[in-house]
């Protein structure tokens, strides 16, 4: 089974430490423009673009990407609750057009209660589940071309439609991640990949397991994908310097303020996050080349995968073994480690590689020449 590789866009701010400003990278579009051509040229099939109050707007950023890009993919969030689903749908007919096709789709109902009512939305969790099973609803007719009329508990259409279709027929697919019984079951009924985070082996079975039944009673399949963060060297050794680096800067009193932030969550995913670790730093190897340092002080996608190329390799084919074709990584600085990732772990991974740049193929990867009138055989040819 070949996979699907993507990179993350940082638009909430990159460096080279966790949890300070030391070693802060301005992110401006021009940075932006950097890593998404660096994702684009090195083979990754996506980025993922995060959204809430610390990040730019998500479809903002899409758009500005898609003139400096070729073959990337930009999956964007859908926020129900704060977007009419007419309206959203609307928009991502257009962002698909624009792109040429590039557009997928990632339902956000979102995890901080805080930050939803500074959106005007003051549902509860429960709640807010069934309005995005609404929202869904809506947004998924419309798309594929339908007129709908929905008089629904949280959400009312009459008469919704679309003049101009996407590019990607019947409609752009739909991402969704989501660790509640809601959210698995919202899942199994309207989505086409399921995201989870990474935890351990068992614990990602498990969910894998009863979405794939939910979504069997319903008639359906469903596609499986997971968010982690890489550290990747040429060694094991190397690597494991590399994570502990990340976190050298973090003192206790800024893990204590972010975890009690994350604390209100009332996102189930973001509570197992949390638990992998516990506040502490002594016992971070939560399973095999496992992880959860960056969790300390980040909210959301929590671990990362430690090792040389090999074996992170090794790592990223158990998960696979579960039924995962689609792999969102990260790593900071996301410019550089997206070169590392690239050349250390692709190698090792069968990658589906989207289609070649026209006009490339005449660059030949052997490095710097100690004679320019000596050339390997296959760069003389190129």
């Known amino acids: 089974m070949s996979l699907d590789i993507f990179w993350f866009l940082p638009t909430h701010g990159d460096g ?5 400003a030391e070693g802060a990278r301005a992110v401006d579009h021009g940075y932006l423009t950097q890593v998404a051509q660096a994702a684009d040229r090195l083979g990754f099939g996506g980025v993922l673009i995060p959204t809430g109050r610390s990040c730019e707007d998500s479809w903002l950023v899409a758009a500005s990407l898609i003139p400096v890009t070729q073959k990337l993919k930009f999956l964007v969030a859908l926020r129900p609750g704060i977007i009419s689903p007419t309206v959203a749908a609307r928009q991502a007919a257009t962002l698909d057009r624009l792109s040429g096709g590039r557009a997928l789709f990632n339902l956000v109902t979102g995890g901080d ?9 003051h549902l509860s969790h429960s709640e807010r589940y069934e309005a995005s099973v609404e929202f869904t609803r809506i947004w998924r007719r419309v798309l594929e071309g339908e007129t709908v009329d929905y008089d629904g508990k949280h959400i009312q259409v009459k008469g919704a439609k679309l003049l101009y279709p996407p590019l990607q027929q019947p409609r752009p697919p739909l991402y969704f991640g989501g660790s509640s019984d809601a959210a698995q079951d919202l899942a199994a009924e309207q989505v086409e990949l399921y995201l989870t985070w990474g935890e351990p082996l068992d614990a990602v079975r498990e969910k894998i397991e009863a979405v ?5 009673a319903q008639g359906r399949t469903v596609r499986f994908g997971i968010r982690l963060h890489v550290i990747v060297r040429e060694t094991n050794e190397e690597a494991w ?3 502990d680096r990340l976190i050298a800067n973090l003192d206790d009193a800024t893990i204590e303020k972010a975890q009690a932030a ?13 638990a992998l670790h516990g506040g502490r730093r002594d016992n971070l190897e939560i399973a095999p080349n496992l992880w959860a ?3 300390l002080v980040r909210g959301g996608a929590g671990t990362a995968l430690v090792g040389d190329g090999p074996t992170v390799a090794a790592r990223v084919k158990e998960y696979a073994a579960l039924g995962i074709d689609t792999f969102i990584f990260s790593g900071y600085p996301h410019l550089e480690e997206s070169y590392r990732v690239a050349e250390l772990l692709f190698p090792h991974l069968p990658v589906k590689r989207p289609t070649q ?12 020449m100690v ?11 190129s």
């Open 16 to 20: 080279h430490y966790l949890g300070t």
């Open 113 to 121: 209660p805080d930050e939803l009512a500074g959106d005007g939305l």
């Open 212 to 216: 794939r039944a939910k979504a069997a």
């Open 241 to 243: 310097k590399a994570a």
């Open 262 to 274: 994350f604390a209100r969550f009332d996102s189930v995913g973001q509570q197992r996050m949390a």
């Open 293 to 295: 340092g960056v969790g």
């Open 357 to 368: 740049v026209e006009g490339a193929n005449y660059v030949s990867p052997f490095g710097e």
């Open 371 to 381: 004679a320019n009138d000596i050339l390997p055989q296959k760069a003389a040819q």
